[in-house]
């Protein structure tokens, strides 16, 4: 006892040390382990795959005619299950998406016209991911901004800005914790602001019962469901297998390069698809047709077409009437 | 061109002005050619018109001066009269086989050019949005695009 009496100074003085060195260690590495603006937006794509989380999600559409609000209760279960209920506006309330990570299936309770196609947690779709990123990694410049609080809770704030004039650009704001996007704002080609989406209210670790989730009537659920078009990602595939010569644009704007080819309707027409990673040109070919078009709306993004060669084009994409001219004109 | 020659020495022909070499010819052409023929049998009516009404030959060169004015009255002529004409050369001058291929070329001609308007006139009719809503399906599969917007931007007016 007397011993310990001795040393217990002495103890504590070297308890003091360490407890110092511990703090002063963890000062020098935590700034070192501090997250890159690159890896908060790579851990954001994944992020709605690995949440249980219920919240109530609105977008705001940004036209020159009228804005308006599009308001939904969205569900994330891990590993890939999400689930979104149309709450406004009246003309889609109702409307729901169920993504069980083979399927995404669109519909309105009561009609039998379900949309099925594949899921976002699909290898294709996970692909796709891979390869926007990279194109993102190679075409923007990424920073971060100043932290802020969405919904009550910490996010990080990441700027995309394009290297390339013409191209849109876009900010997200990310959840510290799960690194789930809780908002989101794009911006045109001219830097105008487009969509702006944010969780008014969004609650974690929720967990989501059966009953809730299982309220899929019988005619929308998965019934042998086969992708109605056949994806190719190898041009010099798509070359081959296609029923006709295709047509290739010899003109595109900086940063855009091949990222599939769809083939439509059995072949009968083929859809060319470009990226940056954040915008998609899609180019459309095949027979002549007529094309009905009805006017009147505002679109998102500009239509041009052209029937030549035996074949009718349409391209679409969400940049410059003057770069879709030119994309148009380029094709051979 | 041959035709022009004829007609302007048929009065003289008539007159039984022409040497032998040329009468032989204009009879070769005659025999060949209904409108030169029909032409013959004009100046023939009128001659025989002219000489009963004055009971005398007419004065020197009065063919000559009547077919300058016979001509300019076949430029007035009407539509009627040229597609009688028409109708009356085409009876004469084609043989049936000749007829035949005429009619068939004609004929192939209007159905290829039927066939042409039918075709760009039944093109398959297809809506721009049919396009559109596969853009907007390309575009949902990325990771940045606005989730709740894309499926219904095309539905919302």
């Known amino acids: 006892m007397r011993k310990s009496n001795i040393f217990l100074p002495a103890g504590r003085i070297l308890r003091f040390i360490f407890i110092g060195l511990f703090f002063l260690l963890n000062l020098m590495v935590v700034p070192s382990l501090a997250v890159e603006p690159e890896e908060i937006l790579c851990l954001s794509l994944e992020a709605q795959f690995q949440v249980d989380a219920e919240g109530i999600k609105e977008t705001q559409v940004y036209r020159q005619e009228e804005n308006y609000i599009i308001r939904a209760k969205i569900i994330y279960r891990k590993p890939d299950f999400s689930y979104i209920l149309y709450l406004a506006p009246p003309m889609i309330k109702g409307r729901r998406i169920l993504d069980n990570g083979k399927l995404r299936i669109e519909y309105i309770p009561g009609m039998n016209n379900p949309k099925h196609s594949s899921s976002l947690n699909s290898s294709l779709a996970r692909k796709r991911r891979e390869k926007s990123l990279n194109l993102i990694l190679a075409n923007y410049t990424i920073s971060q901004l100043p932290d802020e609080d969405i919904a009550g809770r910490e996010v990080y704030v990441i700027s995309l800005v394009p290297q390339y004039p013409g191209s849109p650009g876009l900010k997200r704001w990310i959840d510290k914790e799960t690194f789930l996007p809780l908002k989101q704002e794009r911006y045109n080609s001219e830097g105008k602001l487009t969509f ?75 859809a060319l698809i470009y990226t940056n990673g954040l915008e998609t040109i899609v180019l459309f070919q095949g027979p002549p047709i007529n094309l009905k078009i009805q006017g009147g709306r505002e679109m998102p993004f500009g239509t041009k077409f052209r029937t030549d060669k035996g074949k009718t084009f349409v391209l679409i994409a969400n940049i410059s009437e003057e770069e879709l001219t030119k994309i148009m004109e380029s094709i051979e | 061109m041959v035709c022009k020659k004829i007609r302007k020495e048929l009065s003289s022909y008539l007159d039984n002005e022409l040497s032998l070499n040329k009468r032989v010819k204009i009879e070769k052409h005659l025999k060949r050619c209904t409108n030169c023929s029909y032409r013959l049998e004009q100046l023939k009516k009128i001659h025989t018109l002219t000489q009963k009404a004055l009971g005398r030959e007419p004065k020197q060169g009065f063919y000559e001066r009547l077919f300058p004015r016979l001509e300019e009255g076949e430029k007035r002529v009407g539509l009627k009269e040229k597609l009688f ?26 159905s290829l050019s039927l066939l042409y308007i039918w075709r760009s006139v039944s093109l398959p009719e297809i809506n ?30």
Do not use: C
């Open chain 2, 85 to 110: 004409e028409w109708r009356y050369n085409w009876r004469l001058s084609l043989s049936p086989v000749g007829k035949m291929a005429v009619t068939i070329s004609v004929l192939a001609i209007i």
């Open chain 1, 196 to 270: 702006s989406s944010q969780f008014t209210e969004i609650h974690f670790g929720k967990k989501i019962s059966e009953e809730e989730l299982n309220d899929i009537p019988e005619s929308v659920k998965d019934k042998g469901f086969l992708p109605r078009h056949q994806v190719v990602s190898d041009i010099e595939e798509l070359k081959e297998i296609s029923r006709f010569p295709l047509s290739f644009p010899k003109y595109l704007p900086s940063g855009y390069s091949f990222q599939e080819g769809v083939l439509l309707n059995g072949g009968k027409r083929v």
């Open chain 2, 128 to 157: 721009i949005e049919v396009f559109q809503q596969e853009y907007v399906r390309y575009n949902g599969m990325s990771s940045f695009a606005e989730e709740l917007a894309l499926p219904v931007i095309l539905e919302i007016k």
